[in-house]
């Protein structure tokens, strides 16, 4: 789990993953909150479907394959996650993705949780650099990474940013 000033990220487990999938109430139970960030269906329940398994068959790593949860600590609230899309390369770099509720958004919730994701990732020895991708015309992520300090360092389709 990070703490931040405003949030609480918390790393789900292969049960918890599948709590997400399947039965939001019961995560909310187990976890005591409420989850009011963007809504499970379509690509993202794909995601988390896959990544069930994928958190099962590699537990010591697990922290790289899951989904965490942006908890606002007010209320108590989910207002998004955050992830690390699998362990780090060869090149000891870790990609980083995030999405957060609609109500949620200019708030700063995303920068904060993206820069303690990011801190948190580097002081683990086994990373130099947290990458990321954006799409064409997703301004509201490429200022988050802006605001973390990433540079851009590629683009083809989309974006690629680096954080050292």
């Avoid at 995560?27 to 099962?56: F, M, N, W």
């Avoid at 989904?67 to 606002?72: A, D, G, S, Y």
């Avoid at 090149?91 to 995030?98: A, F, L, M």
Wanted: proline share 3%; with cysteine; charged share 30%.
């Amino acid at each position: 789990m990070i703490d931040t000033e405003r949030l609480q990220i918390v790393p789900l487990t292969a049960q918890r993953l599948k709590l997400l999938a399947e039965d939001i109430q019961g995560l909310e139970k187990e976890l005591d909150c409420r989850y009011r960030a963007e809504p499970i269906e379509g690509i993202l329940l794909d995601i988390i479907k896959h990544q069930v398994e994928t958190v099962a068959n590699d537990e010591a790593n697990y922290l790289y394959h899951s989904f965490w949860l942006i908890i606002r600590r007010a209320d108590k609230v989910v207002v998004g996650s955050t992830c690390f899309k699998g362990k780090p390369n060869g090149n000891k770099e870790v990609e980083i993705g995030y999405g957060l509720g609609k109500r949620f958004e200019h708030n700063g919730y995303m920068t904060e949780a993206v820069q303690a994701m990011c801190n948190w990732a580097l002081e683990q020895g086994t990373v130099l650099n947290v990458i990321a991708e954006t799409e064409p015309g997703n301004p509201k992520s490429e200022r988050v990474l802006e605001r973390c300090g990433f540079v851009k360092y590629k683009r083809d389709i989309n974006t690629w940013w680096k954080l050292n």
